[in-house]
């Protein structure tokens, strides 16, 4: 299951050292976790370290129609416990399958990010909820931030659950179709958790807004506090997909946007100064657009992944694929071009409309993706892992089990 190729980053550690003093920052190994084929592919695929003797890796994965269309099904879990040697088959996580309603809706979970809770011990996976009309007909007035959580013992999972949200936002505007898919969060030391979620204001115009929530989780219920800043573009469907890290002591969040993707950085996590779009160091747009972003940290550095235009990809949807990392300038908020490296090669294929990343020791970090083929050119297709292996310890790894 994990055959695979090999692709050699050289990072430097630093882009402006001299080239004598440069050392290679990580090696990346490709392999693949599962393969999909015929009618059932599988997609939005992410990973959540459970730390412990050994640790084990899950990884969250659903299935779905293999044109990718928000086609999605039951949830799957596949599992590891030997630092990703062997991975288990997949298994269908009972209580988040695809429902009918009696209404004559489904009603599934999806786009899902599970991570660890260090402070209560538990798996807490986010993410939306979608609702089809008579199975096929998408209903986003459905939509709501949904979440799930695994048992730390006997490994099951609970119910589909709802975060509710206050009636209103700082413009006195309603919360429409509020989401959490496709995220990153930061748990904060207490144990409260920072949620990106992003929203419509008005049921007229799909024009989304990213906020950062802070929460409070007890183990089994996740209860909003409080927001802070509201982000929002007025062309297409504004900023959504929001996801967020903390590094140096501040607090930074990406936006994707459907022309382009926008940064901004805060102090507390909860509101941030103007954001800007994301460029290169040289000033050029970074060209990653319609998709997602996430945020990698080790030691001094911080790190983006993402996809983009301009990579002799004209042919993959959106240009998603390859799969690039590259150093953050954390002061001027750009990308280091001299930095950066292709995770995951292009394979006719989108790579890019549903990722996570996952540290699983102060040595490795993963980077999880699935794919989704190019209409007609394959019946199959794979959930892939780059596997970076540090030159230097992370000093930044604590996975805190909880006891």
Excluded at 49 to 67: F, Y
Excluded at 278 to 285: A, H, I, P, Y
Excluded at 308 to 328: K, W
């Amino acid at each position: 299951m994990n055959s695979g190729f090999i692709v050699f980053a050289g990072l430097m550690i630093a882009a402006t050292a001299p080239a004598a003093e440069r050392q290679p920052a990580f090696r990346v190994d490709v392999s693949t976790l599962l393969t999909g084929r015929g009618k059932q592919f599988f997609t939005q695929s992410r990973g959540a370290l459970i730390p412990g003797s050994p640790a084990r890796v899950v990884v969250t994965t659903q299935e779905t129609d293999p044109t990718g269309a928000h086609g999605y099904a039951d949830l799957f879990t596949i599992e590891t416990t030997d630092n990703g040697r062997t991975w288990s088959s997949p298994k269908r996580i009972p209580s988040l399958r695809r429902t009918r309603l009696p209404a004559g809706y489904d009603f599934v979970m999806g786009d899902v990010c599970p991570q660890w809770h260090a402070a209560t011990g538990r798996v807490l996976a986010t993410g939306k909820t979608f609702g089809f009309l008579g199975g096929t007909k998408e209903d986003r007035g459905l939509e709501r931030v949904s979440y799930a959580v695994r048992a730390p013992q006997s490994g099951e999972w609970s119910e589909l659950r709802l975060l509710t949200l206050p009636a209103t936002d700082h413009e006195g505007r309603p919360f429409l179709e509020p989401n959490s898919g496709c995220h990153q969060r930061v748990d904060l030391p207490n144990g409260e958790i920072l949620l990106p979620v992003r929203y419509r204001k008005d049921a007229k115009v799909r024009d989304y807004t990213t906020i950062v929530a802070r929460c409070r989780f007890d183990g089994e219920k996740l209860t909003y506090v409080e927001h802070g800043s509201e982000f929002t573009i007025p062309r297409e469907r504004g900023l959504y997909e929001p996801s967020i890290t903390a590094f140096g002591g501040k607090f930074y969040l990406t936006m994707r946007a459907d022309h382009s993707a926008f940064v901004a950085r805060g102090g507390d996590g909860l509101n941030y100064e103007p954001f800007i779009e994301w460029t290169f160091d040289d000033g050029q747009v970074l060209g990653s657009y319609n998709t997602q972003q996430h945020w990698l940290t080790h030691n001094d550095t911080l790190y983006l992944v993402y996809t983009r235009r301009g990579a002799n990809n004209d042919h993959v949807m959106r240009h998603r694929a390859p799969l690039f990392i590259a150093e953050v300038d954390p002061v001027r908020l750009c990308v280091r071009r001299a930095t950066e490296r292709i995770l995951i090669p292009e394979s006719n294929a989108d790579i890019g409309g549903g990722f996570g990343v996952v540290e699983v020791s102060a040595g490795e970090t993963w980077v999880i993706t699935s794919e989704i083929p190019t209409k007609g050119s394959r019946d199959f297709n794979r959930v892939l892992m780059a596997r970076l292996t540090w030159a230097e310890p992370n000093r930044l790894f604590s996975p805190s089990p909880k006891n």
